[in-house]
């Protein structure tokens, strides 16, 4: 097989979570570049909608599908639809994601609860539901979306590090239990990005500082820049690269 077929996605399907906007679209437009069918979801069907039309009118496939990936019976639902109506899910990428920032003292249980369920609970769900069809199949990838904030803290956003690390572990125990079975399961671990759930800190100059000074790259990630790793992870190319965690992060978690 030529080297560059091996990166190439032509006949397969992804289904990107929480991809209307940001790292996920990012993610799905890559993967759509490099060949494959993209299914983008989001809980907002209007900016879905326009997301995918934007996509599509670049000449990519594309399907959207609506739905809360924190209500078990929506991602059933989903998941039904798109192996019977849109074809096999060959790729994952649990993306979804919410930020709540505040004082561990004072943040409230529900806020808490609302951070394990969109990124710990939902990642479970739904790559436990659309493996039952790869373990059939004996073939899938599955890609986990971590942090930096996987193994180190900050202050006000202890919350997202213990779900972001409760996705690392939950990785290696999906590779543990899967690949046997012909899946991949990784993650990517990303540095910071400017998106919509950076918002607040790409306002805050003193915070935009901090970045460039503690990334040894001296700037933010750009989006695009997270769509080639997903790619590779999705690929042939990573064929013996099972229960990795892949961070992109500028140098930012390889020095102190
Ligand atoms: P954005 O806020 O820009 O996008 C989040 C996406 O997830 C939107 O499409 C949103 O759409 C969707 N979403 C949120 N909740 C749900 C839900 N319950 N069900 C379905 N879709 C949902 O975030 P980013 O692109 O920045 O983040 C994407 C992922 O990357 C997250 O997991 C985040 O933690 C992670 N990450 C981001 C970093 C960064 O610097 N930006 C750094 C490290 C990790 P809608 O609201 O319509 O549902």
Redesign the pocket.
Known sequence: MPSSSLFSLAGKRALV?????????AMATALAQAGAAVIL????AT??GQAAADLAATGATVNAVA????SIESVQEAVAYCEAELGPIDILIN?????IRGPLDDFPLDGFEAMLA??VT?TFAVSKTVAKHMIARRQGKIIN????LTNVARPNVAP?GAA?AAIANLTRGMAADWARHGLNINAI?????M????EALIADPQFNRWVETRTPMGRW?E?AELGPPAVFLASDAASFINGHILYVDGAFSATV
Request: aromatic share 10%; proline share 2%.
């Open positions: 979570t929480g991809s209307s906007r940001g790292l996920g679209l979801n989001a809980r907002d900016a879905l739905f809360d990936v924190t993306n979804a994601g919410i930020q969109t990124h939902a979306i971590c942090s930096i997202y972001k671990a990303p540095g910071y990005f998106t919509e759930l950076n990630g989006v």
